[in-house]
């Protein structure tokens, strides 16, 4: 494969999350956009911000490509783990916005640059990178987040598959999934301490 089919794949497959968690972000209220359903906290809004943030950092001063988008939460001084949750003054549309413009800066970046320019991450154990690994990096830490948000939607409202389109799960009503469920129980509980 030539380097701009391999940019193509790259940019398809982050358009893919990308319009995987615009998904399943879409129709829910504030409330649930917000509430934490983890013990450490996790919530759909915070996991939003946090990639469009990681995407952001990534794709812009490891190459010289400045965002020029204000991440308060990464400044000195930031609540740790501000980046992970949304503030009463952060609106949901401002941080779908974020995430907007994040991928916006990555194509752009991946569009402009060869994949084997050289960028710095001062933070890595070897901080001298190329595209290539920046882009490979973003790219599972995107699709971890993503399923992040599968689950988290599932237990607000039980909504869950890949895509509109393709639900990539058996097609079977809410009775058959119970008893589904259920059989899983039960076989773990063959194994309860």
């Known amino acids: 494969m030539d380097e701009l089919g391999e940019k193509d794949l ?3 497959y982050l358009g893919q999350l990308h319009e995987a968690i615009e998904w399943k972000l879409d129709g829910l209220g504030e409330y649930d956009l917000r509430r934490p359903l983890t013990p450490t906290g996790t919530n759909l809004l915070g996991l939003a911000k ?3 943030s990681v995407e952001l950092g990534y794709a812009g001063e490891p190459f010289g490509r400045p965002h020029g988008v204000s991440l308060p939460w990464f400044e000195p001084g930031a609540e740790e783990n501000s980046d992970l949750w949304a503030t009463e003054d952060e609106t949901s549309a401002e941080i779908m916005d974020l995430l907007r413009r994040a991928l916006a800066h990555v194509t752009e970046t991946i569009t402009a640059l060869p994949l084997d320019a050289e960028g710095r991450v001062p933070h ?5 990178v190329t595209l290539r690994q920046v882009v490979t990096h973003l790219l599972v ?3 971890r987040h993503a399923g992040h948000i ?3 939607r599932e237990l607000i409202d039980g909504a869950a ?3 509109p389109e ?3 799960l058996p097609e079977r009503d809410r009775h058959w999934w119970q008893r589904y469920r259920e059989q899983v129980q039960e076989s ?3 194994f309860r301490p």
């Open 141 to 143: 830490e995107v699709a």
């Open 50 to 52: 946090h990639v469009a």
């Open 161 to 163: 598959g890949l895509r």
């Open 124 to 128: 890595w154990v070897q901080p001298e």
């Open 166 to 168: 393709v639900a990539n």
């Open 150 to 152: 599968d689950l988290v």
């Open 188 to 190: 773990a509980d063959r």
């Open 10 to 12: 790259y940019l398809r």
